[in-house]
T-cell receptor, first 115, second 112 residues
Framework: GAGVSQSPSNKVTEKGKDVELRCDPI?????LYWYRQSLGQGLEFLIY????????KSGLPSDRFSAERTGGSVSTLTIQRTQQEDSAVYLC?????????????FGPGTRLTVL | AQSVTQLGSHVSVSEGALVLLRCNYS??????LFWYVQYPNQGLQLLLK??????LVKGINGFEAEFKKSETSFHLTKPSAHMSDAAEYFC??????????FGSGTQLTVLP
């Protein structure tokens, strides 16, 4: 079946602009995660959605970052007033439910470059 | 807080040789541990996971890992390396909030 998809695959933007990154999880998966992968910081958790519950935003690095999940499916990560340190690969993952042992399935990522 | 440490940011092996990638964890509760592989310009793919059902876990592509509580380790092994195994490997532990906390990764190079 279809895996997690993300768009765009690459995004180049200028410092100060806003960007939106999209994630389509695996159909039927109730949990959705965003991570960031950068050379300096490695893989970092950003935000977690589970069903209709309030998201866990504990990993968001600043208030310029926000995310929403519409209809329990597609998610959008928004970065306002982008900075050069936001340059990274943004990975989305989904999992079937809330069990700690559930596998998280990752998308191919969006590579963001802030000039 | 739970964490994992991967020893060796780069590992090189000859084709056909044993692969050993090291991961040690720190956790105050029994951990659930994962190994993921990342090929260039791709997302992460699960190799295997430890869920306390068995201490020796077999995964895809001939990889396996053994959970050793006494050593707080979950090292990844493969008896015979193949050129296609060249990739970056990440060990991870899942927290109570369901997020994965990753190690810094080990880049595996397979030499012909």
């Amino acid at each position: 079946g279809a895996g997690v998809s993300q768009s765009p695959s690459n995004k180049v933007t200028e410092k100060g602009k806003d960007v939106e990154l999209r994630c389509d999880p695996i159909s039927g998966h109730t949990a959705l995660y965003w991570y960031r992968q950068s050379l300096g910081q490695g893989l970092e958790f950003l935000i977690y959605f589970q069903g209709n519950s309030a998201p866990d935003k504990s990993g968001l690095p600043s208030d310029r970052f926000s995310a929403e999940r519409t209809g329990g499916s597609v998610s959008t990560l928004t970065i306002q007033r982008t900075q050069q340190e936001d340059s990274a690969v943004y990975l989305c993952a989904s999992s079937p439910g809330t069990d700690l042992t559930d596998t998280q399935y990752f998308g191919p990522g969006t590579r963001l470059t802030v000039l | 807080a739970q964490s994992v440490t991967q020893l060796g940011s780069h590992v090189s092996v000859s084709e056909g040789a044993l692969v050993l990638l090291r991961c040690n964890y720190s956790s105050s509760v029994p951990p659930y541990l994962f190994w993921y592989v990342q090929y260039p310009n791709q997302g992460l793919q699960l190799l295997l996971k430890y869920t306390s059902a068995a201490t020796l876990v077999k995964g895809i592509n001939g990889f396996e890992a053994e959970f050793k509580k006494s050593e707080t380790s979950f090292h990844l092994t493969k008896p015979s390396a193949h050129m296609s195994d060249a990739a970056e490997y990440f060990c991870a532990v899942v927290g109570s909030a369901r997020q994965l906390t990753f190690g810094s990764g080990t880049q595996l190079t397979v030499l012909p």
